[in-house]
């Protein structure tokens, strides 16, 4: 969850200098999103918890998961953003001109509404693969469940068990988040502003 | 005709261009209150070019335009001076996340600051105007793209505009779906609207347009009363395209 | 330690690992690709216990973190007498991930076929089995490039999970170099890189591709 904040905090900044920022600083954001997207969660997680202290900057376990989550599903959420927001047509935001907005306002009440709606659905996805990768943590000794789990499993000894009931607790997560989200989106939703799905 | 009225809007020497195309070659023109004119030309003549021209959505590269008294080319108040003019789209362009209503009344709201209410009010007025009153709480995705283009329409009005540009608001159109179209803009004609349309409607133009003007390669080759143009033209230019497109039954002239 | 030391020490154990996880990647995604395409079409044209059935399936797996899944197939299988190596849990975890996910795409492809082609195909006397064969599978293969390759992509970054269980993968490579030369910050860079080229160089490798296969009018936006 802090972790996906987080992500959000830093993603709508970095879309918005993609897409309307002078040249050097379009470039970085670009560079930042393309980076973070290529590389695994995991090594980012290592840089950030077994990596900084090289510098002197000790992060606990949980601190260093969040972080990491987090700049990752920015890079993400950003593309979320600045593809929902350049899918409205440029017409759109002409036609808002042509009755005398500024380019503010037209952003405001023209643009804005719109692209905020093409973006929950992948904004929905979004939210469970954040938390599917938060079992990543794991990794750093984080205790989440996966390891909350394991703790278990050397008490029980019965690792089938456990893991099952592991992937039905993430399961019932993101069925529960998805379909709050899907309410949502069909509260808001309007005729004729399309929907398009992004997978993982 | 309507000589001793005011003039609502001056071009002088407008010129544009894209890259290496040089779209508008040295326009000039005007349009007084009240009249309708008709611009109509091959595609690609500049002709839409030169309506984004006029509220700014294109800033010419040489040249001005006047509205009333005001330089609209260079002013530092483009917004205000756009309020004044309407502008019909092609597309439509009705914003996809309101209601007619909401696309109506979202420029007295936001723009010119009304009250809810009193904005409300006057775009069901303006709706009522273009025959949709019924259809105001139906979203675009929802109408019919002669409903649509009506709701343009109303949208530009709701404005209280100086004058309105249409570009070529009826080439998106199912032909059935044309005539509601040309009936509003015929009706605003009579009640004194003053209107600049692009458009190959020839019937429309025949029994509205005050003038019609011949544009090619960026620069206006003729104008006159259509009664005159059509009959009896005074550049060949302007015959043979005319000719071309009665031969299109004024269906889809562009194109 | 400088950089370009860690470099040179390292990068024979981190290229090993490196073949390992492109073993692993490509493997997994034929493997899944067999899968996507049965679930796919399952849940598409199958009767209904087996739609439900493979929707089910796909869902459980989407739903739950792929940690998990190598885990159960891993930790969970061996009290049931099922031993598997820490490369063959990855492969068969990371294949039944990938399966789900590529199902999902290509039923994705498959419903975007507007139907008048199947119309066509059987108004032609093609039985429904070959209108699916000849006429839809050939263009929803065609739109689900794009999106497979981005899940090609992924699974390669997914990869490095494996090291948790000990396949000696190039994340596993790089934990056992940093625990050897303390250059932890280095060393986990230089793995950084490594993927960050990988990644960089299929994506632009199946951007040419696309570009390259391009039939007019099957634009895929993503």
């Known amino acids: 969850m802090l972790g996906l904040g987080l992500g959000l905090a830093v993603a709508i900044p970095i879309s918005f200098l993609q897409i309307f920022a002078p040249q050097p600083f379009r470039f970085l954001a670009s560079a930042y999103e393309r980076v973070l997207r290529s590389i695994p969660l995991l090594v980012t997680l290592f840089l950030l918890f077994y990596g900084l202290p090289t510098f002197g900057i000790r992060l606990p376990p949980f601190t260093a998961a969040v972080i990491g989550v987090g700049l990752r599903s920015s890079a993400y959420q950003s593309q979320i953003f600045r593809g929902a927001i350049l899918s409205i047509s440029e017409n759109q935001f002409r036609a808002a001109l042509s009755i005398g907005m500024n380019r503010i306002r037209a952003f405001r009440h023209i643009v804005m509404p719109q692209a905020l709606r093409l973006a929950i659905p992948p904004w929905t996805n979004e939210l469970t693969i954040v938390l599917k990768d938060t079992s990543m943590a794991f990794a750093l000794g984080v205790v989440e469940l996966v390891r909350q789990g394991r703790y278990i499993i050397v008490a029980t000894r019965e690792p089938l068990v456990i893991y099952l009931t592991i992937a039905a607790i993430y399961l019932i997560l993101t069925l529960l988040s998805n379909n709050t989200l899907g309410r949502l989106e069909k509260r808001l939703r309007i005729p004729g502003i399309g929907v398009e799905e992004r997978v993982r | 005709m309507n000589k001793e009225k005011e003039i609502v809007l001056r071009i002088e020497d407008v010129h544009k261009s894209f890259g290496e195309n040089h779209v508008l070659r040295g326009v000039s023109m005007g349009i007084r209150r009240g009249e309708t004119k008709i611009l109509i030309g091959p595609s690609g003549t500049g002709k839409s070019t030169l309506l984004t021209c006029i509220n700014m959505l294109t800033p010419p590269d040489a040249g001005k335009i006047w509205l009333l008294e005001d330089e609209i080319t260079g002013s530092k108040r483009v917004n205000l001076l756009r309020q004044k003019i309407g502008f019909v789209f092609q597309d439509f362009s009705l914003f996809n996340h309101l209601t007619a209503l909401g696309n109506v009344s979202i420029g007295l709201t936001k723009v010119k600051g009304m009250d809810r209410k009193k904005a409300r009010k006057k775009a069901l007025e303006e709706l009522k105007q273009v025959g949709l009153e019924e259809k105001a709480s139906s979203y675009p995705a929802q109408l019919s793209g002669g409903q649509k283009q009506r709701v343009a329409i109303a949208r530009a009005l709701a404005m209280d505009p100086q004058l309105i540009l249409f570009d070529e608001p009826t080439s998106a159109l199912d032909p059935e779906l044309i005539g509601e179209v040309l009936g509003v803009m015929k009706k605003l004609a009579n009640q004194g609207m003053t209107m600049l349309v692009v458009s190959h409607e020839m019937g429309f133009a025949r029994s509205v347009a005050d003038e019609v003007i011949f544009m090619e390669g960026g620069v206006i080759v003729e104008q006159g009363p259509p009664a005159q143009l059509f009959s009896s033209p005074k550049v060949e230019r302007t015959g043979q395209f005319l000719s071309r497109l009665s031969g299109l039954f004024g269906e889809e002239g562009e194109k | ?222």
């Not at chain 3, 154990?13 to 996507?36: C, E």
């Not at chain 3, 399952?42 to 216990?49: D, E, I, L, S």
């Not at chain 3, 159960?72 to 598997?84: A, E, K, Q």
């Open chain 3, 1 to 222: 330690m400088t950089f370009w030391q860690v470099i040179q020490q390292s990068w024979s154990p981190m290229l090993d690992g490196l073949q390992v996880t492109m073993q692993l990647t490509l493997l997994s995604i034929v493997f899944g690709l067999a899968l996507g395409l049965f679930l796919a079409l399952g849940k598409v044209y199958g009767w209904k216990p087996l739609r439900w059935f493979c929707t089910a399936f796909i869902e459980i797996i989407r739903g739950t973190p792929l940690l998990v899944q190598i885990f159960i197939i891993y930790f969970g299988l061996p009290p049931y007498g099922i031993r598997l190596s820490p490369l063959e849990a990855a492969v068969i975890a990371f294949s039944i991930n990938s399966g789900a996910y590529q199902a999902e795409y290509l039923r994705g492809a498959i419903q975007s076929i507007p139907s008048g082609q199947m119309q066509a195909a059987l108004s032609m006397g093609m039985t429904p089995w070959q209108g699916v064969i000849s006429i839809i599978m050939p263009q929803a293969l065609r739109r689900v490039i794009p999106p497979w390759t981005n899940e090609f992509i992924y699974l390669l970054k997914y990869t490095s999970l494996a090291y948790i269980i000990g396949t000696p993968e190039l994340m596993a490579q790089a934990r056992f170099v940093a625990s050897r030369n303390y250059e932890y910050f280095q060393t986990y860079l230089f793995a950084a890189l490594i993927y960050l080229s990988i990644v960089l160089v299929f994506s632009e490798f199946f951007g040419w591709v696309e570009r390259k296969f391009r039939i007019p009018g099957f634009e895929f936006h993503k």
